[in-house]
């Protein structure tokens, strides 16, 4: 995980020196092709699957035969979604989703959903370039853009957290 932070990081900074100044659209998706040619296309297609990636609520039943010894363990899984930001680079990533409000633990010989614990999402900071419209364009003629960094929180698990009481 943190080498493609690293990998990210770095194209993102090569795309931004490449382009400070104002560029056509053609210019800016060469530079944008480039970039991830350099640096490997995998990074921004992510081919994340899970067991529950259809899943639309908590999947209890999947942890029934749970063998752990540590009967104060908790889980709070997530799903991978795919986003898309139009005019970002890159233009679309991965993001998790809790599938429980609570989290999953045993008791006993019984696991349950316990709403003793909330799942929360856990957000990182990634930087992304967004496209930004240069002003005064070339003379009224073909648009021009300039790429800016961003900072989008981005979360990335689930984690159980005690509810505030």
Known sequence: MRL???????????????????????????????????????????????????????????YQNWDS???????????????TREGYFPPSYMEAQCLCKGCILKEGNNVIESHNFNSKPLVVSRMFLRRVLCEGGNNGTAKTYKLERVQLDVAVGCICVRTRS
């Open 4 to 62: 493609n932070q690293i990998l990210i990081g770095t194209v993102c900074l090569v795309a931004l020196c490449a382009c400070k100044k104002c560029v056509s659209v053609d210019d800016l998706k060469k530079i944008e092709e480039k970039a991830m040619r350099k640096h490997g296309i995998g990074i921004w297609q992510h081919s994340i699957s899970s067991p529950s990636s259809d899943a639309t609520g908590c999947p209890v039943d999947l």
């Open 69 to 83: 010894k540590d009967e104060k363990r908790s889980v709070s899984p997530w799903k991978y979604t795919e986003v």
